[in-house]
């Protein structure tokens, strides 16, 4: 018999039902956000093939982006605020209704928001933010877009619909709302993308330079020719990309990976991450990959070609906990973190002196402290320009036997 025809039950045997059933998924959902915060928290997504909770998501779970998205949020919210789920479960909360709340919650006062909102409906609980929260409200404009492939200028703002398909919406709001890339048939994408003036301007640029060429290429020709160029110079970048490539020099260091390997590792990997878990899952990553040394340089390890692969950023960190330990990998993690933030700190330092001597100071070999106090030493400087603030500082550092008329030149 068929477990889902409900054709046999009485009205009252199929409404109990109902909400027996109904209570087990806001339970077994409750749980599902459980499982999912332990998860993220022990990383195993990276173990079972995946650079992110959300690839593992989609592509292990089989979850809609959407539906990953919701969840995930859910359950960070859960880890820090665990009677969110004890709510979910007894179906005071439903999922979206979570993620609304989640950013609102703070340790002192969760208890508040989250009676304040038991059983209420989405929209309920968005007046409910918006009367605490207000927001500032947004014009709305529309305006027609005359034909596919056609350009629409307004106060500054460029709207554009670029597509080889037919059938152009009609509103630039709805193109707005609807940024990025659909699938429209085999080998066929359309983008909707709205584009500040400034952009429009390099567009049109770009198609006068071109107006020789026959016929003159329309506007999806030319976003396609600078994706080429784009693709080139940053493949140029990242591994030295050429069509002719020349024999590396040797480097003195074993960590340095020569372009001649990156090359190699890069077609060999087809630019993407080559981890596979146990059960042969093969990361999809093609994202912020890395250069992961098979057998570590500290043990012996050189950059040879067979030595070297690529890892995104997930599975480079997982392969160093393995081979270091997870406890020594966030050691030094940790002390990477410090070193930025006080590298950041020293920056903002500089910018909060708001003055732009201090770099040009600093790439003479001038320490921070020195800059701050030929800065002090020199006067007000309101008014003058970079050469000549750059001249006094130097007139306050270099002794005075020494100084000099000219200065550095500022190129
Ligand atoms: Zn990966």
Request: proline share 5%; net charge positive; glycine share 8%.
């Amino acid at each position: 018999m068929n477990r889902y025809s409900l054709a046999h039950l009485t009205d009252g045997a199929l409404l109990c039902g109902l909400k027996t059933n109904l209570a087990r998924e806001r339970d077994f959902l409750a749980l599902v956000l459980a499982h999912l915060a332990e998860v993220e928290a022990r990383r195993l997504y990276r173990d079972a093939g995946y650079a992110s909770m959300h690839a593992y998501c989609v592509h292990g779970l089989h979850l809609s982006h959407d539906a990953a998205k919701k969840r995930i949020q859910a359950a960070r919210a859960a880890r820090d605020f665990p009677a969110l789920l004890e709510r979910v479960a007894e179906g005071a909360l439903c999922l979206s209704v979570v993620n609304l709340l989640a950013p609102h919650l703070t340790p002192e006062s969760a208890e508040s928001p989250l009676s304040a909102t038991a059983f209420r409906t989405r929209f309920e609980v968005e007046e409910l933010l918006a009367s605490r929260c207000p927001q500032q409200a947004v014009e709305t404009r529309v305006e027609p877009i005359a034909q596919p492939l056609t350009l629409v200028e307004s106060g500054g703002t460029t709207a554009a619909v670029l597509t080889e398909a037919q059938g152009a919406p009609g509103h630039l709001q709805e193109i707005a709302k609807a940024p990025g890339v659909t699938p429209i048939g085999p080998d066929h994408y359309r983008l909707r993308l709205t584009m500040s003036g400034a952009m429009y301007e390099k567009l049109r640029q770009a198609k006068d330079l071109l107006g020789h060429r026959k016929p003159v290429p329309g506007e999806l020709q030319i976003l396609e020719l600078g994706l080429d160029l784009l693709v080139a110079r940053l493949e140029k970048r990242k591994f030295g990309a050429t069509d002719r490539p020349r024999t590396a020099r040797r480097s003195r260091s074993v960590r340095h990976i020569s372009n001649e390997v990156k090359r190699q590792v890069w077609e060999r990997g087809g630019g993407q991450c080559t981890f596979t878990s146990d059960d042969g899952t093969r990361c999809r990553e093609r994202g912020r990959l890395e250069w992961n040394h098979v057998q570590p340089v500290a043990r012996g390890g050189g950059s040879e070609a067979n030595n070297i692969r690529l890892r995104c950023r997930a599975h480079n960190q997982l392969e160093a906990e393995r081979t270091y330990g997870r406890q020594f990998v966030q050691h030094k993690r940790e002390q990477a973190k410090l070193a930025a933030t006080k590298r950041r700190a020293e920056k903002s330092e500089e910018a909060r002196e708001g003055d732009d001597v201090i770099p040009w100071l600093r790439r003479l070999g001038v320490t921070l402290g020195e800059a701050r106090f030929a800065l002090d030493e020199c006067g007000p400087t309101a008014g003058l320009d970079l050469e000549t603030r750059l001249k006094r500082c130097l007139a306050v550092l270099a002794p005075p036997h020494r100084k000099t008329s000219a200065g550095p030149a500022l190129h």
